[in-house]
């Protein structure tokens, strides 16, 4: 294959990790946003999405398609119901201190981890697509499916930013974000935005998780690469700043797509991480955030 | 904190030394063992404490500190046949300059960045160990043979591969750490450390440098975790990228939490609680991850201040 065709296919498998990771990240940045809580175990809510989605789709028999559309509603809903739980019976528990959320966090990424690894097994598992159309390019021949992840991402993300500006949720998220003691002074239910506001980001996470796992497989360790990168995404965006973690996303997926078809993954993961690291350090708010309150 | 007579706590410190000093006699092997791991890992928690416990700075990057002097020790002596002293100092010195970067470039954050940053450094310095692994054995790791670990001291020479040598240099290199740390607290240097924690804006508007005081207490948490990793490397022989990993650094956090944050003898009495617990449990399940979840959850909910810190609280207020 030619330079050019070898690029395209690159920027493409790109394109796909971005859409995944820019759910994702959205997910962690929303609850960043709101609630000021680093969610160390958003990634493991990927993996639970993923693992659901191998169970239900096993689970019900017939075409592929019905399996993993019934994937794509319950396994959300399940996780989310999972979040909640967590959150009622700890994050509240702790007043949301951003210091012992991380602690608890993590605890709670080792509790998940441990019993996927127990009921679930260490082995991956495939989850057929919904369709298997291939569409032919002149040089090489891509899967339609990739595609259409691309796509179902784009709108999920049009349809979050619709409910956040154009939507009284939206309004009360915003408001408890940018004063939570005000927002409750004017009667909002902060406490229950916030359960609302985890079992989003959680959901989030799961629908990015099905719609990967038709392309990647479902395994227990899976939650650990797209926290890393969400992590990067969210900070480079700006932590809480919708606009700023799509555009990292894409950023961030269409790099990691090129720099790992031309050089080594290790090298790029540590030229990415020591750069995050650094834009950290020097532009604490992200390259697109404003300053936060 | 109140102010007691100071024989109190070192005579506490010098007995606890005393006490596993003789336990070297009585403990069967198995045990004998497991304790000179866990005073050479308490050492970590305890470099860990300096930062976590009095600073208050949560780090999640600790795990490279380890695994500077873990490397630092195991490379000299692995590629370039260094003798014990040589490679145990060039394992501090790896951590301290280490410390001493991460901490001029960290210590601009605060809070939560300060956290995901550290992580991110020690995350690189992971990823940095993996990659160079024709030198570092990547994750297989490198075991460092018995005839390179002798200890030369003027005309004796001690084997550190035998059980009581290696018992007796972890007692050591612990009881060393654990009175520096003891000295270090009870010093001026260390009640402005507490005042920082307490409150950073005003100890600055007193008039310290809070930075570059923070920045000492980098390098010498750094140091004494190097030093742990270093011992670590030179008494059990193994060099590996999983004491580099992510694990090990939120391991002294849960060790430090458990046995008491900003006590001088919580980091040992937490590695010991937690190191027997997955003992223990590990002979019937597998699933030890599942208990270190529980056990951060649980303690973050009920006892944020850990055994030594809640019994400092109710009982024993002089404890350092």
Known sequence: MHFGPHLLLAALEGLVTSAVLALTALGLSLVFGVMRVVNVAHGEFFMLGAVLAWA?????SGHPAVGFLAALVLAP??????????????????????????????????????????????????????????????????SGYKLSVIAASALLLVATWLVLTRTKIGLVMRATQYDSETAQAFGIPVDRVYAGVFALGAMLAAIAAVLIVPISQAHYLMGQDPLLLSFIVVIIGGLGSLRGTVVAAVLIGLSDGIISVFFSPTLAKIIATFLVAMVLVFRPHGLFGTASR | MTEASPTKPYALHLGVIALLFALSFVLPGYHHGLLARIMVLAVFAMGYNMLFGYVGLLSLGHAMFFSAGLYGAGLTVYHLGWNVPAAFAAGLACGALLALVIGLLALRTTGVAFMIVTMMFAQVF?????????????DQGLVVQQAARVLVLGSASFDLTNPTVRYMSALALFSIVLLVTLAIVRSRYGRVLVAIRENEERTKMLGYDTFSNKLIAVVVSGTICAASGAAYALLFGYVGSSFASVQYSILPLLWVLLGGAATTLGPLIGT?????????????????????????????????KGILGTIRQRWLGWLP
């Not at chain 1, 239900?56 to 019900?60: C, G, N, P, Q």
């Not at chain 1, 979040?83 to 709670?108: D, S």
């Open chain 2, 126 to 138: 992971y990823l940095v160990i993996l990659y160079f692994a024709s030198w570092t054995g990547g």
């Open chain 1, 56 to 60: 239900i789709s096993t689970a019900i």
């Open chain 1, 77 to 142: 809903l399940i996780v989310g119901a999972i979040a909640l739980v967590a959150e009622r019976l700890v994050l509240r528990r702790l007043h949301y201190n951003p210091e012992a959320t991380i602690v608890a966090t993590i605890g709670m990424l080792y509790i998940i981890q441990q019993l996927a690894l127990t009921f679930y097994g260490p082995e991956a598992r495939p989850v057929e697509p919904p369709f298997t159309y291939r569409i032919l390019l002149p040089w090489f021949g891509y």
């Open chain 2, 272 to 304: 010991l609680f937690m190191y027997y617990v997955i003992d223990i449990t590990s002979g019937f399940t597998s699933a030890y991850l599942l208990i270190v979840g529980i056990a951060l959850i649980l303690l973050v909910l009920f006892f944020p």
